[in-house]
């Protein structure tokens, strides 16, 4: 691993975006891109109606106010990212790196993640961003945009950081849970962690024999691998497990492509995200 995208904004998740990045970057000698994005919500005004009854003067006066009133707005955001990107840097080296880039954007945060992630490894994100202590039991607006879009691994930070010494890979068979454990078998991330492996469902031999090849990959990439088949629902299953073994990181496939289904039958990665207490790392 080379290179790590921390995205960070006001909210008391990115001082853990910020530990956990430095966690991973210690165990595989990466960099960190900080980066902070200012969208059009923080730095202009909400659209304004003037064709009532203002006359012209009004008017006029009006629409030089409010631009002047965006000019410093805009001024303000621009001290505010920079500040937050300090402060971050300085978190960073508290955390020991050293090599640490800090990029202030305007735009859109998946459209500013998918220009970077070409010369990145991983993202680091926050479970919740600036209206986390508002809304404890949604997950941040820009978080599955971000899962979704990304072709890297996506790593979601709990909202406060804890040295991770295991993790719970949620396996299903599929080919984002195949690539997770293609991963976690070459990646100096996981070496030395205690590693479970858990699929939730009916236990059958193909089922079985799935898992039995998952595993198996794991520990030629020499990991000491507990692999089990439990019934239930998945993220209920997972979310007791996690609680019940101490479990530091759910390591796990992502949404899949259909958007209509997911908002039909619901999803298991954001129910995932939503109940566990501890960062999740998402691959597609």
Excluded at 118 to 134: H, N, Q, S, W, Y
Aim: glycine share 8%; proline share 2%; hydrophobic share 45%.
């Amino acid at each position: 691993m080379t290179r790590i995208i921390a995205l960070i904004d006001g909210s008391t998740y990115s001082r853990s975006v910020c530990d956990h990045a430095a966690w991973i970057a210690a165990r595989t000698q990466a960099g960190i891109d900080l980066l902070h994005v200012l969208g059009r919500r923080d730095t202009a005004s909400a659209p304004v109606n003037l064709s009532g009854n203002l006359d012209a003067n009004t008017r006029d006066s009006l629409l030089e106010e409010l631009a002047s009133l965006d000019e410093q707005k805009a001024k303000l955001a621009l001290k505010r990212g920079r500040l937050i990107l300090e402060d971050a840097r300085a978190r960073l080296a508290e955390d020991g790196v050293e090599e640490v880039s800090a990029r202030l954007r305007h735009g859109d945060i998946v459209e500013t993640v998918q220009e970077f992630e070409a010369g990145a490894d991983l993202i680091v994100i926050g479970k919740r961003g600036e209206g986390a202590d508002f809304a404890r039991l949604h997950l941040g607006s820009n978080l599955e945009r971000v899962v979704r879009a990304s072709h890297k691994p996506v790593f979601v930070a709990s909202r406060a950081f804890k040295p991770i010494e295991t993790c719970l890979i949620a396996f299903d068979g599929g080919t984002s849970a195949m690539k997770a454990i293609d991963h976690v078998a070459g990646s100096a991330l996981f070496a030395g962690l205690a590693c479970r492996l858990l699929m939730v469902g009916s236990d059958g031999p193909a089922a079985r024999k799935k898992l039995d090849d998952a595993a198996a990959l794991l520990r030629a990439g020499g990991h000491d691998v507990e692999a089990n088949i439990l019934p239930g629902q998945p993220d209920a299953v997972i979310a007791a497990e996690v609680e019940a073994r101490a479990i530091g990181l759910v390591v796990m496939g992502a949404y899949g492509h259909s958007r209509i289904r997911s908002l039909i039958i619901g999803s298991t990665t954001s129910e995932m995200i939503r109940s566990c207490l501890v960062p999740v790392m998402l691959f597609r």
